[in-house]
C-alpha cells in the first residue's frame, strides 16, 4: 500500500527553485553598486571565480542560490530607489529653474547646455580617463573632445558580444551612469595592502611571505583586473564560446594559432673579434597588455580585409622575408610554408611593417578572420596599477613585492586559456595576442637597434637582443619597464 504519509512530507519540502535573473543583468546589478566579486563572494560563503561563472551564465543550487537571489532583488530594489530620488531631485530642479524664467546663465557654465555641460573652476579627472577635464557633463568631469580623453575608443567597438556601444553626441560626450564612475583619487592599494598583510602574518619572514604571495597570485590578479574594471567603458565577455581553431588539438597539445616567438640568430658576422652584448627587456608581458583586444565573443569574417576598429585572430598567408640575414622575421621562426593563422598584434606588424614608411615586405594575404569589436586600453588601468607597483618595489629594493607583482602578470598571462587554475576569465584569444604582443615588441627593439646603426645577433623570445655596438645611445639601461639591462658581454671571433 502507498506510503502517503510520505508522499505528503514529499509535497510539503518540495519547492521550486528561487528564479535568477540574465547572467547579462547579475553582473550589472553587481557593478552599478561598485561592488567586486570578491566583496560578494565573501558576504555568501564562496570563491571570486565561483561568482564569476554565475555572471557567464552557470547557476548556483540549493541555499547559496536562494542568498544570491536575495542579493539580486536588493540590489535591483536598492538601485530602482536610488533612481527614483535622482529622477525627483532633477524634477526639483527643472522646476526652479523653470520659475526663474530668463534668468541670465550663471557664470562659468557653457553656452551650449543641451547635455548639461558645465565649466569647471579648476580641471578635476576624468572619469573615463583620470586625467585632468575642463569640463563635467551631468555632473561628472569629462573630457568633450575625444581626441583629448585617454579612454577614447575606436569607433565601432562594442560593449560586448550582442550590443553596442551606448550612444554618445554628435560632439562625442558620454555620460557615465551612476555606479560605473572612475575611482581615482581613493583607489586602494590592493597590492600594498596585501603585502602588508602576508607579511604580517608570517612575522616578516621574507622568504615564506614571497612563496605565500606568489601562491595567490592569480586570484590577487583578478580581484586587481576587476577593480580596475568599475567605471569601466566596456562590458567584456568573460567565458565566450571559441572557435575551433582556439582550442587544444588533444589534452597535452596546442591549438592552432602561431603566435610568432622569435629564436633568431645572425648566420654571419664580419670577420674580426666582436665584443657582443646580451640585452634582457623588463617586463616584456607587462608592457604587452597594452594591445588591441577583443570585447565580445568572436565572430567570422571571409576576405583579404582589415578592419582597424576590431580585433582577434587572421589566417593568413605571410609574405616572404628577405632581410633574414639582418633583421628576425616578423612571424618568427617558421619553417612550413603556407597559410598560418596568427593574431591581431602579429597581423599589424606584417601590415606596418609591409606599409609605405618601411616597405620592408609585401603585404600578408588575409584569408579569413574571427575578430570582435576591440580597444587598445581595456587592460591599462590593470597595467598601471601593476607597473607602479613594481616601480616602487624597485625603488625601495623590495623583493617580495617584485616578485609578487611578476607573478601577477605572467600568471595572469598564462592561465587565461585552458587553466584549471583561472576560472573568471577565459579568453584564450587574449593570451594568444598578449603574447604575440610581446614577440612583436621585441621585434621592433631589434629593428630599432639596426635603424640606429648597431649590429643585431640574435633575438629570443620575449626579452633577449643580442647587439654589437654603442646599445646605451639607443636604449636607456635600467630596471623600468621602459628599459633595458645587461644580461651577459661575450666576444666572439679573433682580432
Given amino acids: 500500500m502507498t506510503d502517503f504519509g510520505a508522499i505528503d512530507a514529499l509535497l510539503a519540502g518540495a519547492k ?25 563572494a565573501q558576504a555568501l560563503g564562496v570563491s571570486p571565480s565561483t561568482v564569476g561563472g554565475w555572471e557567464s551564465g552557470r547557476d548556483p543550487s540549493g541555499e547559496v542560490r536562494e542568498k544570491y537571489a536575495y542579493f539580486l532583488e536588493a540590489a535591483r530594489t536598492k538601485l530602482a530607489a536610488e533612481a527614483a530620488e535622482e529622477t525627483s531631485a532633477e524634477d526639483s530642479a527643472s522646476s526652479e529653474s523653470d520659475s526663474q524664467g530668463d534668468a541670465p546663465a550663471e557664470a562659468g557654465q557653457a553656452e551650449d547646455s543641451g547635455d548639461d555641460v558645465d565649466v569647471l573652476a579648476a580641471p578635476q579627472p576624468c572619469v573615463l580617463c583620470g586625467e585632468p577635464a575642463r569640463h563635467q557633463v551631468a555632473g561628472f568631469p569629462q573630457h568633450l573632445d575625444p581626441a583629448e580623453c585617454g579612454s577614447a575608443a575606436p569607433v565601432g ?20 551612469p551612476v555606479g560605473r ?17 602576508v607579511l604580517a602574518e608570517h612575522s616578516g619572514d621574507v622568504e615564506s611571505a614571497t612563496k605565500a604571495l606568489v601562491k595567490r597570485a592569480i586570484p590577487d590578479a583578478m580581484a586587481l583586473l576587476d577593480h580596475s574594471r568599475m567605471g569601466g567603458r566596456y562590458d567584456v565577455v568573460a567565458h565566450p564560446w571559441m572557435p575551433d581553431v582556439l ?5 597535452r597539445g596546442a591549438d592552432q594559432i602561431w603566435e610568432a616567438r622569435p629564436k633568431w640568430s645572425r648566420s654571419e658576422l664580419p670577420a674580426g673579434k666582436h665584443e657582443i652584448t646580451a640585452l634582457d627587456v623588463n617586463g616584456a608581458y607587462l608592457s604587452a597588455l597594452k594591445t588591441h583586444l577583443p570585447l565580445g565573443q568572436l565572430e567570422h569574417s571571409t576576405g583579404n580585409h582589415h ?15 628577405e632581410h633574414d640575414a639582418y633583421l628576425p622575421n616578423p612571424i618568427g ?13 602579429t597581423l599589424r606588424l606584417l601590415l606596418r611593417v609591409s606599409g609605405p614608411k618601411y616597405g620592408l615586405c609585401d603585404p600578408p594575404e588575409i584569408h579569413e578572420s574571427w575578430t570582435s569589436g576591440a580597444t587598445e586600453g581595456l587592460l ?8 607602479d607597483a ?35 576569465l577565459y579568453r584564450t584569444d587574449w593570451m594568444h595576442l598578449i603574447r604575440s604582443q610581446a614577440f612583436a615588441n621585441l621585434w621592433w627593439k631589434a629593428h630599432r637597434a639596426y635603424d640606429e646603426g648597431l649590429m643585431v645577433v640574435r633575438a629570443m623570445g620575449t626579452d633577449e637582443l643580442h647587439v654589437i655596438g654603442d646599445w646605451r645611445a639607443v636604449f636607456a639601461e635600467g630596471r623600468g619597464v621602459t628599459e633595458v639591462k645587461v644580461k651577459d658581454v661575450y666576444t666572439v671571433g679573433t682580432g
Avoid: C
Avoid at 247 to 251: G, P, V
Fill in 16 to 40: 521550486k527553485e528561487v528564479p535568477l535573473p540574465s547572467a547579462e543583468e547579475r553582473r550589472t546589478l553587481r557593478e552599478e553598486l561598485n561592488l567586486s566579486r570578491a566583496q560578494l
Fill in 157 to 176: 567597438a562594442t560593449e560586448s558580444a550582442e550590443g553596442t556601444e551606448p550612444a554618445q553626441s554628435e560632439r562625442g560626450v558620454r555620460v557615465v
Fill in 181 to 197: 564612475r572612475l575611482q581615482t583619487a581613493d583607489t586602494p592599494d590592493l597590492i600594498g595592502t596585501a603585502v602588508a598583510s
Fill in 247 to 251: 582550442r587544444k588539438q588533444s589534452s
Fill in 307 to 321: 578592419d582597424r576598429r576590431r580585433a582577434g585572430i587572421h589566417l593568413i598567408t605571410p609574405p616572404d622575408w
Fill in 333 to 345: 621562426s617558421r619553417d612550413e610554408p603556407g597559410p598560418l593563422w596568427v593574431t591581431e598584434s
Fill in 380 to 387: 591599462e588601468k590593470f597595467r598601471i596599477a601593476l607597473k
Fill in 390 to 424: 613594481r616601480d616602487r618595489a624597485i625603488a625601495d629594493n623590495d623583493d617580495v613585492t617584485l616578485e609578487y607583482v611578476k607573478a601577477m602578470y605572467s600568471k595572469f598571462v598564462s592561465t587565461m586559456g585552458e587553466s584549471n587554475y583561472n576560472r573568471e
